[in-house]
């Protein structure tokens, strides 16, 4: 038995494909790069905007018609999705064996096995050697209680819960055990983790302690919970990368209300002043949401004028999609599709502009980056602040080291470097 598995969405979704696929393997089932070759086809979904649940049916609608060829093929959906609209799904594609709604996601690997007629061999988290990844995710919160006006996301995750520090600790150790060198700490808003008397802080100073582990990254941060405390950590804890994702959403005050962020412009440019003061080479990204209802063309200048200013690492920009249920979604979607795919494509133009500059600046520097993967003789690294490095491998044991690279040439989003 074989699967495929096409993850849609957030990094919190590519960490359950993964695990489940671990899962999987423990049951002598193998994964598979095209979906014509596997008798389980997994798809896990994401609700975040309209075109993320456009993308889902229209590979439901790809599996359909293989599995008229092959009554055989069990077809599982799963993820944000399955949770809001899975009746809808089952309705609209007969095909459609299996709904795993979010609860019972821990169960997934149970109810596959169960509608597959699975025997497990040798169910061990110790088959991770299968995987043999640099970079591991791990999530530490489930859920969201923040209600942006615009998300969907507190409605398929349901309320926002803080795993046991210890289960993390221990899977966090597992992971660097078989290989990784960097672990990404997940939630939707990582700076309000708490369990009994642990804070986010404190659990990022247990993690540090991990032998082996070179590498600390974390997601997502929301400015209105971003603390002085976590900046000093940050500065001084020296396995924590000097990277923040830290999504702005717009600049303008009136926008930020009435998505409910909870933080004025002010406030976030504060934290970027502070961040930098702390940090000094630190790289914060972005997301941002044009035409927002209501936002006016000078709510928009606003928000452009801040990304001129600020000059993001990297950013995001998302044209506002009406989700169901979401409180946006009883204001006027005022912003025409035109006006939105103006706004979208200047933030993008100016961005990528400024993306390229700051890479310039970075020719002849000396950066430390993390070989995550070796191909056909070339280094794919990343610096500290996350950008991309391509280095010319001369030695294959460079895999999950840190290496000093000379930066020797930029292109948009990635860098070239020699091995000093
Ligand atoms: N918890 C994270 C982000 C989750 S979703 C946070 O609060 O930052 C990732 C991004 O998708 C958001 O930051 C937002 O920019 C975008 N997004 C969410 N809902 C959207 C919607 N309805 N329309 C357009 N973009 C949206
Ligand atoms: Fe959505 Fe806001 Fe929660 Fe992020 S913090 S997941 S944008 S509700
Ligand atoms: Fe999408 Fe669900 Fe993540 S809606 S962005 S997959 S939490």
């Known amino acids: 038995m074989n699967y495929f598995i096409e993850t849609i969405g957030c990094q919190m979704n590519m960490c359950e ?13 193998s994964k598979v790069n095209i979906l014509q070759e596997a008798n389980i086809v997994i798809l896990n979904t994401c609700s975040i905007r309209a075109q993320s649940e456009q993308k889902a049916f229209s590979f439901l609608g790809r599996a359909e018609e293989f599995k008229q060829d092959n009554p055989n093929t069990k077809i599982i959906v799963m993820g944000c999705m399955a949770e809001r609209i899975g009746f809808e799904i089952k309705r609209r594609f007969k095909s459609v064996d299996l709904i795993i709604v979010s609860k019972d996601i821990d169960n997934a690997v149970f109810k596959i096995a169960d509608l597959c007629n699975l025997y497990n061999y040798n169910y061990s988290f110790n088959k991770i050697e299968d995987f043999p990844n640099i970079i591991r995710y791990v999530t530490i919160m489930r859920g969201c209680d923040n209600y942006c006006s615009y998300c969907v996301v507190p409605f398929v995750r349901g309320r926002e819960i803080s795993l046991n520090d210890l289960d993390i600790l221990e899977e966090s150790s597992l992971l660097v055990k078989k290989g990784a060198k960097e672990i990404m700490l997940l939630g939707q808003n990582v700076n309000s983790y708490r369990y009994k008397d642990f804070n986010f802080i404190s659990l990022i100073k247990n993690i540090a302690t991990i032998n082996d582990l070179e590498r600390i990254r974390f997601m997502t941060n929301h400015p209105k919970d971003l603390s002085d405390e976590l900046i000093g950590m940050m500065a001084t804890e020296s396995k924590v990368c000097s990277h923040i994702h830290l999504p702005m959403q717009s600049a303008s005050n009136k926008i930020l209300k009435a998505m409910n962020r909870k933080y004025s412009y002010g406030h976030y440019i504060d934290l970027v002043k502070k961040l930098r003061m702390a940090i000094p ?10 035409g927002f209802p209501g936002e006016t063309k000078e709510d928009f200048e606003e928000t452009f004028k801040a990304v001129k200013e600020i000059r993001f690492g990297g950013l995001y920009v998302f044209r506002y999609s009406p989700r169901p249920n979401t409180k946006a979604a009883n204001m006027p979607d005022s912003v ?22 700051i890479a310039a600046s970075m020719v002849g520097s000396t950066q430390q980056v993390l070989a995550e993967k070796i191909e056909n003789g070339i280094i794919e690294a990343r610096t500290r602040g996350g950008r991309k490095v391509f280095v010319k491998c001369s030695n294959e044991k460079d895999l999950g080291r840190h290496l000093n690279v ?15």
């Open 406 to 420: 000379t930066i020797k040439e930029a292109k948009i989003n990635s860098l070239f470097g020699n091995i000093i």
């Open 281 to 290: 080479d630190i790289s914060i990204t972005t997301d941002i949401i044009v």
């Open 17 to 29: 494909s993964d695990k489940l696929g671990l899962a999987l393997s423990t049951y002598g089932v």
């Open 336 to 357: 025409s599709l035109e006006e939105k795919k103006r706004r979208h494509r200047l933030i993008l133009e100016e961005s990528n502009k400024i993306s390229v500059e």
